[in-house]
């Protein structure tokens, strides 16, 4: 028994809320103590399910319990059984099939069901089963129709898994009582019971007490006499599912030969393990040689039963004896021994049409074997040394010591081949016999597996769909992909505890049929081809619609349960962005106070719009910032990645999201209400003023850092572009103020820095200051002014320097003549410049920001390098300075005296 959980960790799942009989329970569950949240979480769930469905407490809680004592009785696979998963985690992923939940200890029956599951003709008929008679079904007619229920869901839910308990519980006996859940643990007679009163159902008759009959069934688990009913060869279950068996006794009575022949219907055809493969085991089945047969006269005789099969089934089943019965122990022993099959075996051998061929063929090959025997016998002395240990061995460890030998080694080896040889030869020559005995082919579908002990263990299927050549693991609530190599790894039994127990053939042209079209898809309803299959077009329009139904009712409860843990989420989040905005904003405004100079903060989208409302004075933009912030902390939380603007948000979510904020924040905290239609169309308006403040911002970047390092040719094609967007601007705008600014700055610079005598004279400066110039970005009453004052610069360069080519730049300048080469190289930004503007832009994500501390990286450069600016070049500012609070204009003498 399990050691208690410990107060303290008692007392600390207490303090979280859970009842101590729900601490227990998962405590008594789990593997490991880190697996305990989620136990915790997941019975909480399901006890909350229990509470609001009253009518179903009783048996939701029992279901519970099932599985709680399933898991418990089967620790070493518990994790097969009892599995916890969220609400995401219920939704079945595209074109992989629907599983079945596991209500106790029935895995065995889900792989069956699954492996009826694949038999189309068998689901068309479920599918299309109409009840005769109305109100109240028996129960055979109502275990169909709960079948069929759970064949729909299986064919279109969007559900991972269908719950099989309204199918398992309306399965009963001969004498109409239910089997009871987890009771049950032989396949054999479970199955039997099964298709006895699905057969009864589809036939649509009652069971009366004169259709029971004793009939023996030896089966893994159940030693003794069962009673079950005779299942009616001609019904469909018949058909499907069932091989017709030709009895022959054969034997000696008063010195006459007797023979006795009946016939009876096999669901599963028993193999013995001792004969290690398939087709030995189906031979040791179809003849049985009895040595002591006691006749009617009581004389011990030589007799031969021969179960010969009638004609060729759709399906061909076979159980493998794997468990036994040890007096000694009083108790059933599973055995592991390897046992093999082919994915294709025939038929033919086996059909009473051909039993004397075949009887013909066994003696024949009976020799062969004999001889087979005998050189397999020899290759074992031949090979065994004194206590057993291989002469090869030996032999390799005498070489490495004498360092000799090796012509007897190499002799040893070859005797070995020889004899290996003759083995393969007279296998090949065995098998050759049954040539012409290949007409029923057969192919291999489904494996149930068993992992465990006679008792005890767990079952999967491994199932192949021939339409999508692959096979699939079937293991309760998990599906998935299998390789061939696993498949069969698991199925021959290398693996101590794993091994095949039930085997299903379907005949060729059975699967040739399937083969056809496309059978199964597994297409969940939001795809394309959703129900555009066989299995689709079995479902008449009611099913279709029942379908539509749960689906839609399915994914509304996904989406509320997700909604109702991301808005949890969010309220987390939320907080933390909150506190982070405010905080950060007062960090850097606190930091900037003293200029008089600045642009709005550029950190993100919220403290953006936070120094946009201090700007204006007012709070109008409050409510935006709250939502702006909850679109954020929603787009991390949410599992698509989605946020809460540019999406059609459920009003529900809205509400209950208003209702939670109400009950964690304040007024200061929380946004006051839902966005009217004006704080949308400002937050459209705010959105793109952000993306265009960052491209402008990128843009004044760039030209500072060009102007600082003295690239005037550069500076003069960013300074048009910048001008370009910064016109468009209010007035008041900090980058329309700086552009203006530029406007005058710039080419006082680039002019009054080639005045002075020993001064260098750039003259491609000049020219694309004329180009630029030309473009008169910021004309106003003062536009004159400036023109002749830089005409007067211009005199002043040509005066010094005696240059004749600046005076053709004064003339174009005072004309305003554009030049087209000049005007190019001023129009288009080189790449290195485009570069670094999309580089910086891609700093400022307006959804995806984080609440981590980060560099401001344009706010920083805009604030710093204006200062940079102010220092490199004070002599020309001190210009400027003295050009506007002049009336008049500027000398050269004036202009040199300021410059030195």
């Avoid at 229920?149 to 398992?168: H, R, T, W």
């Avoid at 190499?410 to 020559?429: A, G, H, M, V």
């Amino acid at each position: 028994m399990k050691t208690q959980i410990n107060q303290k960790l008692l007392d600390q799942y207490a303090q979280m809320g859970f009842s101590l009989e729900l601490i227990n329970m998962a405590w008594e569950i789990i593997n490991m103590e880190s697996e305990m949240m989620d136990t915790l979480l997941t019975l909480s769930i399901q006890n909350q399910k229990v509470q609001i469905k009253q009518d179903n407490q009783d048996e939701e809680i029992l279901i519970t319990q099932a599985l709680v004592d399933s898991y418990q009785t089967n620790q070493q696979i518990g994790s097969h059984i009892f599995e916890l998963v969220s609400p995401e985690q219920k939704k079945r992923v595209d074109r992989i099939p629907c599983r079945l939940k596991n209500i106790g200890n029935t895995c065995y029956f889900n792989s069956l069901l699954q492996t009826y599951f694949f038999n189309s003709q068998f689901v068309k008929t479920i599918i299309t089963f109409q009840p005769q008679q109305q109100g109240k079904q028996n129960k055979s007619i109502q275990l169909v129709l709960n079948l069929q229920n759970l064949f729909i869901k299986m064919i279109g839910s969007d559900q991972k898994y269908a719950d099989p308990s309204e199918v398992v519980k309306s399965i009963c006996d001969d004498f109409g009582n239910v089997l009871p859940i987890g009771d049950q643990q032989d396949v054999g007679e479970f199955n039997h019971y099964f298709l006895s009163r699905i057969g009864e159902g589809l036939a649509q008759i009652e069971r009366k007490s004169k259709n029971i009959v004793d009939s023996q069934i030896y089966t893994s688990s159940s030693i003794f006499k069962q009673k079950s009913s005779i299942i009616n060869e001609e019904d469909i279950v018949s058909q499907l599912f069932l091989c017709k068996i030709f009895h022959q006794f054969q034997f000696e009575q008063g010195g006459y030969q007797q023979i006795r022949e009946s016939t009876e219907l096999f669901n599963f055809i028993p193999l013995d393990l001792k004969d290690g493969n398939l087709y030995d085991s189906f031979d040791s089945f179809v003849v049985n040689n009895i040595d002591d047969f006691k006749n009617d006269f009581n004389e011990i005789v030589q007799a031969v039963k021969y179960n010969w099969i009638q004609s060729p089934p759709q399906k061909l089943s076979f159980q493998i004896q794997r468990v036994t019965y040890c007096k000694q122990k009083n108790e059933l022993i599973k055995q592991n021994d390897e046992f093999t099959f082919d994915e294709e075996i025939y038929l033919d051998r086996f059909l009473i049409e051909n039993r004397e061929k075949y009887l013909n063929i066994r003696n024949q090959n009976k020799e062969l074997k004999i001889k087979q025997k005998k050189i397999q016998l020899s290759q074992q002395q031949l090979t065994k040394f004194n206590d057993g240990k291989d002469l090869q061995d030996v032999i390799v460890d005498v070489i490495q010591f004498l360092q000799m030998q090796n012509k007897l080694f190499n002799n040893l080896q070859l005797k070995k081949q020889s004899l290996q040889k003759l083995i393969d030869e007279l296998e090949i020559k065995i098998q050759s016999n049954y040539n012409d005995l290949k007409k029923h082919k057969y192919l291999l579908q489904s494996i149930l597996i068993h992992d465990g002990q006679a008792n005890s263990g767990h079952f999967y299927t491994y199932i192949k769909d021939f339409g999508f050549d692959k096979w699939f693991k079937f293991n309760d609530m998990n599906v998935n992909v299998e390789t061939k190599q696993k498949v069969f790894q698991d199925a021959f039994g290398m693996q101590n505890g794993i091994n095949a127990y039930l085997l299903i053939y379907n005949r060729l042209d059975i699967v040739k049929q399937e083969l056809q079209s496309q059978m199964r898809t597994y297409r969940i309803s939001s795809e394309n081809q959703y129900l555009n299959d066989i299995y689709g077009s079995y479902l008449n329009q009611k099913q279709k619609e029942q379908l539509v139904k749960e689906n839609k009712l399915f994914l509304n409860e996904i989406n509320q349960q997700i909604s109702l843990r991301v808005i949890d989420q969010l309220i987390e989040c939320y907080s933390i962005r909150f506190e982070f905005i405010n905080e950060q904003y007062r960090i850097i405004s606190s930091s900037v106070q003293s200029e008089t100079f600045k642009p709005l903060i550029t950190l993100n989208f919220p403290i953006f719009i936070k120094s946009k409302m201090a700007i204006l004075g007012q709070d109008n933009y409050e409510n935006i910032l709250k939502w702006v912030i909850i679109d954020s902390a929603l787009r991390e939380v949410n599992p698509d990645k989605s946020g809460y603007f540019g999406l059609q948000i459920n009003k529900n979510f809205e509400n209950y999201l208003i209702d939670k904020f109400k009950d964690k924040f304040n007024e200061f905290k929380r946004p006051s209400r839902f966005l009217s239609l004006k704080e949308q169309d400002d937050f459209h308006l705010l959105f793109q003023e952000y993306i265009q403040y960052i491209a402008i911002a990128s843009l004044a970047s760039i030209l500072f850092d060009n102007l600082l390092q003295q690239h005037f040719s550069n500076s003069l094609s960013v300074l048009h572009h910048f001008s370009l967007l910064a016109k468009q601007l209010d007035s008041q705008n900090y980058f329309y103020k700086l552009a203006q600014n530029f406007q005058r700055l710039i080419p006082i610079i680039i002019i009054c820095k080639m005045i002075p005598f020993q001064a260098i004279v750039n003259l491609q400066e000049l020219q694309l200051l004329q180009a630029y110039l030309s473009f008169q970005h910021f004309k106003d009453h003062q536009t004159y002014f400036w023109e002749t004052q830089t005409s007067i610069m211009m005199n002043a360069v040509n005066e010094n320097h005696n240059e004749p080519q600046i005076q053709n730049i004064i003339n174009k300048f005072e004309k305003n003549i554009k030049d087209p080469n000049f005007i190019k190289k001023i129009e288009v930004l080189n790449d290195d410049i485009s570069t670094q503007q999309t580089t910086l832009s891609n700093n400022y994500d307006i959804y995806q920001w984080i609440p981590n501390i980060k560099k401001d990286i344009l706010f920083d450069k805009l604030i710093n390098s204006y200062n940079n600016l102010k220092a490199k070049f004070a002599k020309f500012i001190k210009i400027q300075k003295a050009i506007q609070e002049s009336s008049n204009l500027l000398m050269k003498q004036e202009i040199e005296d300021l410059i030195v």
